[in-house]
């Protein structure tokens, strides 16, 4: 293995260096690792559009058509009514070198158009993102403040209420003032007697409470105002 490795590699340096030199500039070589001749000019992209897009904005406003219009006007009335030898463009030649600036400034202002529309289209679709996520955010704010309240509700509907205590002490306070005055009413009677009425008024309380009452619904019985005002 050692023989074939030396038998491989050029014994000679020029040979080595000439090597080197081949796969710098070689297909299979990354850019960033061969010699460049010219060194990259890479202006900076947020400088150089700013300045674009400041040119671009002038060249809509009537300031430069009118400041267009004027240095037109002047150059072929100078080129026109001056004397021949101050003349720079000859009208005869159909004012070639201003045909040729017109051109020379189009050609300029195309591609400066379209590199402030394409930053700008840029900042549209940062701005619509922007928007998209933060629609996504409200939705699902919302989304979770519809849980909640409705968790709430359902929650509120097993709490007892004031006016529900209020109505249940007050139907207590009924069927206590009932129960009282019935026994009341068989006092006169026998022990045994006595306590069968008893046993007969707590049945019966107990039925009017069954019947007011709903495991699923809080009914709230409705109190008699006589008995309120007691």
Known sequence: MAALADNSSPKNPNQRNLAKVESKGSLDTPLSGRQRILPTFRPDPDAFGHATEGFARFMGTPQFLVYMTVFCIFWLGWNTWAPTEWQFDSRDLGFTLLTLMLSLQASYAAPLLLLAQNRQDDRDRVSLQQDRQRAERNLSDTEYLTRELASLRIALRE????????????????????????????????????????DKVKDKLREQRDRQRSPRTQQIPRVRPGHSAQ
């Open 159 to 198: 709490v007892a209420t004031r006016d529900y205590v209020r109505a249940e002490l007050r139907s207590l306070l009924e069927d206590l003032l009932e129960a009282q005055e019935e026994l009341r009413t068989h006092d006169d009677t026998g022990p045994g007697s006595h306590e069968s009425q008893r």
